[in-house]
């Protein structure tokens, strides 16, 4: 008991670290080549291409919105949205619509300078139960690059 009472106030540190420290999701990506562009696909998406932009599609039909899409021209603005600029890990924009039944609509849109050209990470999430952490989103943006 007295080696545990010497041992416990080194520990007290370590414990509490890891109590606070933010856990972020693991997320399994493949790497797809688009347009010039490298990308990591979260593990579950599909990849759909348009004229300006690639689509990161659930692979299963959800009834929120959720989706990914990487806009090689600006987007236009979220219409009808609160906007909050934000700067952690990098320059952001979360936009936020009142939703109906599935709750709040969030947009999230990241920029990226991509060697002599600009790219856009925009994530769309709909959910009740507050503004998403849009892990798979920032680490799409993390893995965005020019084709090598």
């Not at 080549?33 to 300006?52: M, S």
């Not at 299963?60 to 899409?69: G, M, N």
């Not at 947009?107 to 999430?125: C, F, G, H």
Request: charged share 20%.
């Amino acid at each position: 008991m007295v080696k545990w009472l010497k041992i416990f106030p080194l520990l007290v540190p370590f414990i509490l670290a890891s109590c606070n420290a933010e856990q972020q999701r693991v997320i399994e990506m493949k790497t797809e080549v688009v347009d010039g562009l490298q990308f990591g696909v979260p593990e579950g998406r599909k990849v759909e291409t348009g004229a300006d932009h690639i689509l990161l599609l659930p692979e299963q039909a959800l009834r929120e919105v959720d989706e990914i899409a990487i806009w090689t021209t600006a987007p236009q603005p979220v219409a009808g949205g609160v906007d909050t600029e934000g700067t952690d890990p990098a320059p952001h924009t979360l936009t936020t619509v009142e939703g109906g039944m599935g709750g709040p609509e969030y947009t999230l849109t990241i920029p990226k300078q991509i060697a002599d050209r600009q790219a856009y990470v925009r994530a769309y999430i709909q959910s009740e139960g507050g503004t998403p952490a849009f892990d798979e989103a920032w680490q799409v943006w993390q893995s965005l690059a020019a084709e090598k």
